[in-house]
Nanobody, 124 residues
């Protein structure tokens, strides 16, 4: 079983940056695709970004493309989400998810384990 734990959320002004981290325990981390999702107040959970087991294939939601960067360090069993030029509409709880498979996906049911989430608040 893999248990992802997010960190790095907080309060930031519009235009600022944050880096989220997700540490995922488990021996298979290096062979799993990983994803980031978010849930804004009053909205459903939505896809943000994902990457393949080796980090070479990445996917981004159109709303974050060019501002967010996903990466991973398999030696540390950690995936990162670097967020730049943050906007108030990025305010949400951000969730890390593990997929038992090598390829990234935008589809929530494709993911097998989820973290508890970390709050990101962007003030205007």
């Amino acid at each position: 079983q893999v248990q992802p734990v997010e960190s790095g959320g907080g309060l930031v002004q519009a235009g600022g940056s944050l880096r989220l981290s997700c540490a995922a325990s488990g021996r298979t981390f290096g062979s799993n695709a990983m994803g980031w999702f978010r849930r804004a107040p009053g909205k459903e959970r939505e896809f943000v970004s994902a990457l393949s087991w080796n980090g070479r294939n990445t996917i981004y939601a159109d709303s974050v493309k060019g501002r967010f960067t996903i990466s991973r360090d398999n030696a540390k069993s950690t995936v990162y989400l670097q967020m730049r030029d943050l906007k108030p509409e990025d305010t949400a709880v951000y969730y890390c998810a593990v997929r038992y498979g090598p390829s990234p996906s935008t589809y929530i049911p494709d993911y097998d384990y989820w973290g508890q989430g970390t709050q990101v608040t962007v003030s205007s």
